[in-house]
Nanobody, 115 residues
Framework: QVQLVESGGGLVQPGGSLRLSCTLS????????MGWYRQEPGKQRELVAT???????NYAESVKGRFTISRENGKNTVYLEMNSLKSEDTAVYYC?????????WGQGTQVTVSS
C-alpha cells in the first residue's frame, strides 16, 4: 500500500520562501515520476513540477526560476523549494506519485502567500 505524506505548508509573506516535503511509504517498484500539483478554490488542479526516477525535472512556466524540485532517493522523499513566492502561488499543494499503472495523491498542504 503506497502512502504519500506531505509537510511544510504555511503562511508566508510575498517574496518569502517555503520548502514542501513529501515522503512515500510502501513499495517503489514501478515508480515512474513524482511531483507536485496545486489547486485553488474553484479551479482545476494544475501541475507545478515533476521529477522522474532518472532525475529529469519539468516545471510549469509560472514557477520556472523560482521553484526547485528535488528527490532524496534513500528516503523516498521529494522536496519542493519555493522562493520569491507570490500571492498567486496561494493554493493547496498536492504530492503525486505515478507508477505503472497506478497514480497516488497525498492529502494536500495549504500554502498561503499574504502580507
Amino acid at each position: 500500500q503506497v502512502q504519500l505524506v506531505e509537510s511544510g505548508g504555511g503562511l508566508v509573506q510575498p517574496g518569502g520562501s517555503l520548502r514542501l516535503s513529501c515522503t512515500l511509504s510502501g513499495s517503489i517498484s514501478r515508480l515512474l515520476v513524482m511531483g507536485w500539483y496545486r489547486q485553488e478554490p474553484g479551479k482545476q488542479r494544475e501541475l507545478v513540477a515533476t521529477i522522474t526516477v532518472g532525475g529529469t525535472t519539468n516545471y510549469a512556466e509560472s514557477v520556472k526560476g523560482r521553484f526547485t524540485i528535488s528527490r532524496e532517493n534513500g528516503k523516498n522523499t521529494v522536496y519542493l523549494e519555493m522562493n520569491s513566492l507570490k500571492s498567486e502561488d496561494t493554493a493547496v499543494y498536492y504530492c503525486n506519485a505515478r507508477f505503472f499503472p497506478a497514480v497516488y495523491w497525498g492529502q494536500g498542504t495549504q500554502v498561503t502567500v499574504s502580507s
